[in-house]
């Protein structure tokens, strides 16, 4: 039971580079997250996916995209990256409920350049 | 706008002494009040939840004190040790419905020996 697999771990890029972010999760979940961290700024929710099939914009959207490819899999994509999405990138999944815990994966390191 | 307000920024603590981090929210809609330990490279892990309906919740040497009234709640941990430096994430989420939990800034652990 893995539970949250994000890849890659780390990774540069480039200005105006385009990546995606990948996420799997095995517990069955409806909900999954991304988040990034900052020092200081603690965990922000970029999107969030409420079910398969929906997607919605969290609170610092801007210069992303996602795509919940199944119930499984939610990706994140940079377009085209800037040094000010330099961050640390964390996928999580839940049951859905407002009380049910956000099951985290070990987060991608991502520096721009 | 940050709806969950968290001090402090960093904690340095003896082994043994109580550690103590305290989190304010604006939000009256919130009903629902997590905590989250993360460990260097990993991510965040629920590590004790309350809600408003009570004022405090222990689990083994962590504590929630809830104060409905002053909009504010705390975590207190008993008999800090070493294996406890981490950083702490408070947040806060409505219980009904679909979840979207917005968290504090996080406060840095360290207990030293």
């Known amino acids: 039971n893995a539970g949250v697999t994000q890849t890659p771990k780390f990774q540069v890029l480039k200005t105006g580079q385009s990546m995606t972010l990948q996420c799997a999760q095995d517990m069955n979940h409806n909900s999954m997250y991304w988040y990034r961290q900052d020092p200081g700024m603690g965990l922000r929710l970029i999107y969030y996916s409420a079910s398969e099939g929906t997607t919605d914009k969290g609170e610092v959207p801007n210069g992303y995209n996602v795509s919940r490819l199944n119930k499984r899999e939610f990706s994140l994509r940079l377009e085209s990256a800037a040094p000010s999405q330099t961050s640390v990138y964390f996928c999580a999944s839940s049951v859905g409920q407002g009380d049910s815990p956000l099951h985290f994966g070990n987060g991608t390191r991502l520096t721009v350049t | 706008q940050q709806q969950v307000k968290q001090s402090p920024q960093s904690l340095i603590v003896q082994k043994g002494g109580i550690s103590i981090i305290n989190c304010a929210y604006e939000?009256?809609?919130?009903?629902?009040f997590p905590w989250y330990q993360q460990f260097p490279g990993k991510g965040p892990a629920l590590l004790i939840a309350i809600r408003p309906d009570v004022s405090e919740k222990k689990e083994g040497r962590f504590t929630i004190s809830f104060n409905k009234s002053a909009k504010q709640f705390s975590l207190h941990i008993m008999d800090s040790q070493p294996g406890d430096s981490a950083t702490y994430f408070c947040?806060?989420?409505?219980?009904?419905?679909?979840?979207?939990?917005?968290f504090g800034t996080g406060t840095k652990l360290q207990v030293i020996p």
């Open positions: 939000n009256t809609a919130f009903d629902y």
């Open positions: 947040a806060a989420s409505r219980a009904g419905g679909y979840q979207k939990v917005t």
